[in-house]
Structures are given as C-alpha cells and as structure tokens.
C-alpha cells in the first residue's frame, strides 16, 4: 500500500514523446499545410503511402477521425456501412458516420479472434430496392481491440476484402495498431492490407506519438478525404510541428513493439497464474491485455489496483492493460506482484 511509483496499463495513448520526437519537433520545418506548404506534413503523408504501398495518405487529428473521414469520403448520406459489432467505429465513436455523415451502420456478430464470417458480410448486403440504404463499405479491425488485441493474419484479411470486393463494396480497415498486428505477424503492412482500399492507422498509440493518425488509400479517395476533413474544421496549419514525430514514429518505434508484446505475453501468463483471473493467455499476441476476476466488480478491482501503484481501466466485468513505450519487463514483475496482492483484498 501507499506506492508512489504509478504503472500506468491504462492504454498505449498514455505514452510521453520520446527525446527524438521532442528534438524532431523542436527543429521540424514548417509551412501552411492548408496550402500544402508544410514539408514535414508532405513528408509524413508520402513515407505513410510508401511504406503501406498505397498512393496517397492524409494526416488527421485521431484515429476516430481518421476512420470518420475514411468512411465519408467512401460513402455518401443513407449509404450504408457494414461492420463488426465490437468495433471500435460501432461502439466506441459516438455514431459519428451516422451523426454527421447520415451513414448508416449494420453491425455483423464478430468471431472470437475478430474476425467476420464472410457469408455474414455477403448476406448482408442490401439489393437494388429503395426501401433500402445502399451498402457501399465493409470495415473491419486489426489488430481487433475487443479481442484483447488480436492479429488478423493476411489470409483471413484478404478472405475478408475479396468477399466484401465480390459483392461491389468497397473496404477500410481502423488499423489503429495495425503494426501492432504487422509485427507480430512478422508481414510488412505493405502485404497485410494490399487488398483493402483504405487503412486509418494512429501515431498516437504504440507508436508513441503525442498527436495523430494517418489515412493511406488511393488518390482519388484522398482527395475526397482532405475535403471531408476540411468539412470537419480539422484542416491544420504548421502542423509540422507534431506531424515531425510521425516521422520518427515510423523510422524507429516499429520494432520496438515486439517489447510491448513480449511484456503482454509475461503479464498475461502471470495473471493466469492467479485463480481467481479468467484470462485467454495462449491468445494474447499485441499489447491488450484483457481479463476478468471473478470474486469483484472490474471497476472495483482496478480502484484498489491504483492503490498498489497500477492504473488500469475497468468496466462492469473486464479490465484491460496495455503494454507500451516506457514500460519495461521490471514494471510487469512489479505488475503481477501488486495484483496478487490487490485480489486478496476484498
Ligand atoms: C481500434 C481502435 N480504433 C480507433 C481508435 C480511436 O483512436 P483515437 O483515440 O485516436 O480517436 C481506437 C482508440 O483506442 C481504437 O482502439
């Protein structure tokens, strides 16, 4: 009781710059990017289209924007969007395709590792009848967050895109940690999401970036994304600035994430030793963490945790921990120690 010391496993978002993206920051050449005068911004967004093999990419504020704009600039109001029903666009995005773009969203039972049947995804298209909206995007996730981080390998990625493709739609991925997945896969993102049009990823979550995500796709549909990002009043200026850390996000935090997935491995398998922790440990390949404990409510579990020096989030009955920048093997030790110690007390 009393630690001072705080592990913060509450997300990878909670991460501080690194001395190279504060340097990068503090020298990083600057121009009005609304007039695309920024050369760091155009620096950012070609190395993003480059390394993902797609034409063009567009630096936006999160990666809810980022999947915001992706779906606007794909779809058009009473058009409809299918998708996983625990994905972070249905659940955890406040509606917005369907607040402020009038799309509408048919969420799909997702399968435990986060992936979506592909006769659901057929199915659910809507025909040629006007009592119906008219499905024109497919979107799924990965790694999938609600499945404590799971890759979506390329086989089941590409079964995913060619049969939304089959049935006329087009596809995007909320690749948020999508080279969470990559890395563990050991794929390049470039082969992993060669058959999808659109891809969000965010510089702000394992990568470590304090601000950001990226939109890659085709030309076309970039040039749609910058206006419907314009609509959205998010059209920045020097934002160089931040956009510089993305640059650095992709030449040195890539590798790196194999430590976070490594310190997700010892954690999970140290919570499964505790019996009172239902945890899928054998499936925990990223940085999500997820687990139950049986004997208290989440919420009231991760309250008592922050008293032993650990900040998790905790909902009704989940708790989540996420490995990430700035947390080392040492922390996870110190981790296991104070949950043993906190499941004991009731
Ligand atoms: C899978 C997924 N997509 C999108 C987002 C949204 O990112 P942001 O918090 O930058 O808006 C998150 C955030 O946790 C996420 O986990």
């Known amino acids: ?50 390394l993902f093999g797609k034409e063009s990419a567009l630096f936006v504020t999160s ?16 058009d409809e969007i299918i998708l996983g ?15 402020l773009g009038g799309v509408v969203m048919y969420p799909l039972e997702t399968n435990q590792n986060g992936t979506i049947d592909i006769q659901k995804i057929k199915d659910a298209v809507k025909g040629d009848d006007y009592h119906k909206p008219r499905t024109k995007l497919f979107s799924f996730e990965n790694s999938h967050n609600w499945s404590s981080g799971r890759p979506i390998n390329k086989l089941d990625s ?16 909320d690749g948020a940690r999508i080279f969470n997945s990559a890395v563990s896969l050991g794929i390049p993102v470039k082969e992993l999401t060669e058959n999808v049009d ?10 470590g970036c304090p601000i950001g995500s ?16 314009k609509i959205l009043g998010s059209a920045m200026r020097q ?31 140290g919570l499964s030793e505790m019996d009172i922790i239902e945890i899928d440990a054998d499936n925990i390949y990223t940085n999500l963490v997820r687990f139950k404990i049986t004997n208290q409510k989440g919420f009231e579990f991760a309250e008592k945790l922050k008293e032993y020096g650990v900040h998790i989030n905790g909902g009704e009955s989940d708790l989540r921990m996420v ?18 110690k906190a499941v004991n007390v009731i």
């Open 1 to 50: 009781m009393g630690e001072t010391l705080l592990i913060d496993l509450r997300s990878d978002t909670v991460t501080k710059p690194s001395p190279d993206m504060r340097k990068a920051m503090a020298e990083a050449e600057v121009g009005d990017d609304v007039y695309g005068d920024d050369p760091t911004v155009n620096a950012l967004e070609e190395k993003a289209a480059e």
């Open 63 to 78: 990666g809810t924007q980022g999947n915001l704009v992706s779906v606007l600039s794909q779809t058009g109001r009473g």
């Open 85 to 99: 029903n625990q994905s972070h666009i249905y659940s955890s995005e406040a509606g917005g395709v369907s607040v």
């Open 158 to 173: 590409d079964k995913m895109a060619k049969a939304a493709k089959e049935v006329g739609l087009r596809v995007h991925v």
């Open 198 to 207: 659109s891809v969000t990823f965010c510089l702000s979550k394992g990568l």
């Open 214 to 229: 990226v939109i890659v796709g085709e030309k076309d549909q970039i040039i749609e994304a910058r206006r419907v990002r």
């Open 239 to 269: 934002v160089g600035v931040i956009a510089s850390c993305g640059i650095v996000a992709l030449d040195t935090m890539i590798e790196r994430l194999e430590d976070d997935h490594e310190n997700a491995k010892k954690l999970a398998i």
């Open 323 to 340: 490995t990430h920048y700035g947390i080392e093997s040492s922390d996870i030790d110190k981790t296991i120690e104070a949950v043993s």
